[in-house]
């Protein structure tokens, strides 16, 4: 079964910084896909990206971007220019390519951002 | 598009009592599942669907059910619910091909 581990439960950073989130999985699959979801209080799950695993670039959004090393298993979010607007819950999650389609998330990561 | 819908947003029932949360979605996904959070333990899948009339069990499918007859509704009914199943409850649907799951604005279920 896949698992998914986020081991930071807290970050905290100021406006205007980078800050990097991290994310790990288990799998023996080789296609399959990752994605950080934001919950802010509103409690709605926001895609912020996905990663496709055949994809060796790694996927930016804006001030949005990953480190996706397949071999490691790792996929952590990196976060620049942080804004008040940034302050979430941070989900990592994985998604199998063929199958159930389910995702399997990590417990999250409360991002707090200091003014 | 309204997107994914959930009612009711909150709700509040005692120990042994039935409910049936709704899910509706206006996008004709095929896909649709339910999944729980739980303080400290991100979401988990309860049940999900393929299709109409096709559905399986998650991980931790207990204490629910649910049917499929169309493809823009996915009910979760509780038969006898349990303080285990306080928890925050959201609908989610994806596109056949596609990757992206969409979810609804959740139902807080808090049991007595």
């Known amino acids: 079964a896949q698992t998914v581990t986020q081991s930071q439960p807290e970050m905290s950073v100021q406006e205007a910084e980078t800050v990097t989130l991290s994310c790990t999985y288990d799998t023996s699959e080789s296609d399959y896909y990752l994605f950080w979801y934001k919950q802010p209080p509103s409690r709605q799950m926001i895609l912020v990206i996905r990663?496709?695993?055949?994809?060796?670039q790694n996927a930016t959004e804006n001030r949005f971007s990953v480190n996706f090393q397949k071999a490691a298993k790792s996929f952590s979010l990196k976060i620049s220019d942080s804004q008040l607007g940034d302050a979430a819950m941070y989900f990592c999650a994985y998604g199998r390519d063929m199958g159930r389609r389910a995702l399997t998330f990590g417990s999250g990561t409360r991002l707090q951002v200091q003014p | 598009n309204a997107g994914v819908t959930q009612t009711p947003k909150f709700q509040v029932l005692k120990t042994g009592q039935s409910m049936t949360l709704q899910c509706a979605q206006d996008m004709n996904h095929e896909y649709m599942s339910w999944y729980r959070q739980d303080p400290g333990m991100g979401l988990r899948l309860i049940h999900y669907s393929v299709g109409a009339g096709i559905t399986d069990q998650g991980e931790v499918p207990n204490g629910y059910n649910v049917s499929r007859s169309t493809t823009e509704d996915f009910p979760l009914r509780l038969l006898s619910a349990a303080p285990s199943q306080t928890s925050v409850y959201f609908c989610a649907s994806r596109p056949t091909g596609g990757h992206e799951q969409y979810f609804g604005p959740g139902t807080r279920l808090t049991v007595t």
């Open positions: 990663q496709e695993a055949y994809k060796q």
